[in-house]
């Protein structure tokens, strides 16, 4: 995982979440230059908290773990079982998952 990360096209760079098979949220990046991959991770953040609204719990949470240079995501406990997710393939290459594949 390189420590700066190539600019997000707009439109490309984003996460479908399904919410009981059905397609809920799809949290997209801005397109803006982000140097860093806790920048995307941040990005990530604060757009899943726009759609969801502030007051929702956080469904998805990623973690940039330098030391194994991999990012993790994390699911809410309370909703695991009922959430799954796809990236796209810009945001999969910035953040090391496969893409075309839905995570539960």
Not at 67 to 88: G, P
Request: aromatic residues 12%; hydrophobic residues 45%; proline residues 2%.
């Amino acid at each position: 995982m390189p420590a700066e990360v190539e600019n997000a096209i707009a439109k490309e760079c984003y996460c479908n979440i399904y919410y009981d098979v059905a397609l809920r949220w799809t949290v997209t990046l801005l397109p803006v230059h982000y140097y860093r991959i806790s920048h995307v991770i941040d990005a990530l953040h604060s757009e899943q908290r726009r759609i969801m609204g502030k007051n929702v719990m956080q469904i998805v949470r990623f973690t940039h773990i330098s030391s194994r240079k991999r990012v993790l995501m994390c699911v809410h406990n309370s909703i695991m079982t009922r959430v799954k997710f796809e990236f796209s393939l810009d945001l999969a290459r910035m953040i090391g998952f496969k893409a075309g594949t839905i995570f539960f």
